[in-house]
């Protein structure tokens, strides 16, 4: 019988918010792939203080050493034949010791929650390793703790967990990220702008930031632009193109994600705070502003409002405001759609004599309020595809997509 102490009360609230149907949004993977038909641990904690928490209490102050238990509850029934010493490894890490031996580990099928006692020491932090593919559930699937629903094999499937006893120092368990980055967007002016990603949950290991590590190539050809490194410090990389970037032109810069803090953490590029072994490089886009010679600025919807029966929707130049030629041949039901409360309506749309406006013609009396769909794909009259979202970049589906109600 497995003896819990409830040290600590946890509450967990799951939020699910509902936004509007955009018709253009792109497709895009959940946030986690699944890993429903994997087991995971859901909650870990020590018997003395419950789960939770993290530190060690002595519960029998007459043996010598800290008597207590590491606590861990699975969100599925596991074999308790995998719940074995072989499916864990602890090690004390300050100061740094030997794998350490429980005396026992159990599991109660009945509440899914397995405990490893032992006799721990006084100020000393240990780091518990839930080996992966040695746990498993009862049809025989392995953990899954970066919520992709693959076994990856160690290390992306090696559950880590740290506790402590005294006021020793846990091991940095904490993969880093992006902070923020910068130039972003269009209507760039500098030429030999400082690119720099500035890191967070470091401190970073500094041999890895490097030019092997961070691209930058044009857009639209992938053609390599050369880069020099500036400085590359615990929290930051700053390169700059040796060469003077061009006007009007769109260029792709890409962060390595096989880059790692100092503790050995792989950078979490997308921050949803699990690693995978096919995690993506950290990539935007930046783009040069225009001179005489070029014409490479988007469009963005300037206005959209109801006139009789019909919406005029007004565009102009993104970022500058400018003066905007469109091409009508883009204003076509597959890329403007508008919908009342009940349904879609059929539209028929006008140029008129403002090269920046069209005029969509409802098929229809509509009910209620009027929400209007631009996609990304409306085009000026150079190619430049929608800036939905008014970053001086365009063409992107579900950022560059435009919506507003009337």
């Given at each position: 019988?497995?003896?819990?102490?409830?040290?600590?009360?946890?509450?967990?609230?799951?939020?699910?918010?509902?936004?509007?149907?955009?018709?253009?949004?792109?497709?895009?993977?959940?946030?986690?792939?699944?890993?429903?038909?994997?087991?995971?641990?859901?909650?870990?904690?020590?018997?003395?203080?419950?789960?939770g928490n993290y530190q060690f209490t002595d519960l029998n102050p007459e043996i010598e050493g800290i008597q207590d238990a590491i606590i861990l509850k699975f969100d599925e029934a596991m074999d308790a034949a995998t719940i074995i010493a072989s499916s864990f490894n602890l090690i004390p890490t300050d100061p740094e010791?030997?794998?350490?031996?429980?005396?026992?580990?159990?599991?109660?099928?009945?509440?899914?929650?397995?405990?490893?006692?032992?006799?721990?020491?006084?100020?000393?932090?240990?780091?518990?390793?839930?080996?992966?593919?040695?746990?498993?559930?009862?049809?025989?699937?392995?953990?899954?703790?970066?919520?992709?629903?693959?076994?990856?094999?160690?290390?992306?499937?090696?559950?880590?967990?740290?506790?402590?006893?005294?006021?020793?120092?846990?091991?940095?368990?904490?993969?880093?990220?992006?902070?923020?980055?910068?130039?972003?967007?269009?209507?760039?002016?500098?030429?030999?702008?400082?690119?720099?990603?500035?890191?967070?949950?470091?401190?970073?290991?500094?041999?890895?930031?490097?030019?092997?590590?961070?691209?930058?190539?044009?857009?639209?050809?992938?053609?390599?632009?050369?880069?020099?490194?500036?400085?590359?410090?615990?929290?930051?990389?700053?390169?700059?193109?040796?060469?003077?970037?061009?006007?009007?032109?769109?260029?792709?810069?890409?962060?390595?994600?096989?880059?790692?803090?100092?503790?050995?953490?792989?950078?979490?590029?997308?921050?949803?705070?699990?690693?995978?072994?096919?995690?993506?490089?950290?990539?935007?886009?930046?783009?040069?502003?225009?001179?005489?010679?070029?014409?490479?600025?988007?469009?963005?919807?300037?206005?959209?409002?109801?006139?009789?029966?019909?919406?005029?929707?007004?565009?102009?130049?993104?970022?500058?405001?400018?003066?905007?030629?469109?091409?009508?041949?883009?204003?076509?039901?597959?890329?403007?759609?508008?919908?009342?409360?009940?349904?879609?309506?059929?539209?028929?749309?006008?140029?008129?004599?403002?090269?920046?406006?069209?005029?969509?013609?409802?098929?229809?009396?509509?009910?209620?309020?009027?929400?209007?769909?631009?996609?990304?794909?409306?085009?000026?009259?150079?190619?430049?595809?929608?800036?939905?979202?008014?970053?001086?970049?365009?063409?992107?589906?579900?950022?560059?997509?435009?919506?507003?109600?009337?």
């Amino acid at each position: 019988m497995i003896r819990v102490t409830t040290g600590l009360t946890i509450l967990f609230l799951l939020l699910i918010g509902c936004a509007e149907d955009n018709p253009f949004k792109a497709n895009s993977d959940a946030e986690w792939q699944s890993g429903i038909d994997h087991p995971h641990i859901i909650l870990a904690g020590t018997e003395s203080n419950g789960f939770g928490n993290y530190q060690f209490t002595d519960l029998n102050p007459e043996i010598e050493g800290i008597q207590d238990a590491i606590i861990l509850k699975f969100d599925e029934a596991m074999d308790a034949a995998t719940i074995i010493a072989s499916s864990f490894n602890l090690i004390p890490t300050d100061p740094e010791g030997a794998l350490f031996q429980f005396d026992s580990i159990e599991y109660c099928l009945e509440n899914e929650t397995a405990v490893l006692s032992g006799t721990f020491s006084d100020d000393t932090a240990y780091l518990l390793t839930v080996i992966a593919g040695g746990t498993r559930d009862l049809v025989g699937k392995e953990l899954d703790p970066n919520h992709n629903a693959l076994y990856d094999g160690s290390p992306w499937d090696d559950r880590l967990i740290t506790f402590v006893a005294g006021t020793a120092e846990m091991r940095d368990i904490i993969s880093p990220v992006i902070n923020s980055h910068y130039p972003v967007g269009g209507g760039q002016v500098n030429q030999n702008p400082e690119i720099t990603i500035i890191f967070l949950q470091g401190p970073m290991d500094v041999s890895l930031l490097n030019l092997d590590n961070i691209t930058l190539v044009r857009t639209s050809d992938s053609t390599a632009v050369s880069l020099e490194l500036s400085s590359a410090t615990e929290n930051e990389i700053v390169v700059v193109p040796t060469d003077r970037l061009s006007y009007g032109t769109r260029y792709t810069i890409r962060q390595s994600a096989q880059v790692a803090d100092s503790t050995g953490n792989y950078l979490d590029t997308d921050g949803n705070g699990y690693i995978w072994p096919d995690e993506a490089d950290f990539v935007w886009d930046i783009q040069m502003e225009d001179d005489s010679n070029t014409n490479a600025t988007p469009p963005t919807v300037a206005a959209a409002f109801k006139a009789d029966n019909s919406v005029v929707i007004e565009f102009e130049q993104s970022l500058t405001g400018n003066d905007v030629v469109m091409d009508e041949i883009t204003y076509i039901g597959a890329n403007i759609q508008i919908s009342d409360d009940s349904s879609s309506i059929p539209l028929r749309f006008e140029g008129g004599s403002n090269p920046a406006t069209v005029y969509c013609l409802l098929q229809r009396n509509y009910v209620g309020s009027l929400t209007v769909h631009v996609s990304c794909n409306v085009a000026d009259q150079y190619g430049n595809l929608l800036d939905g979202n008014n970053d001086g970049l365009g063409g992107t589906p579900g950022e560059d997509d435009w919506s507003g109600v009337l």
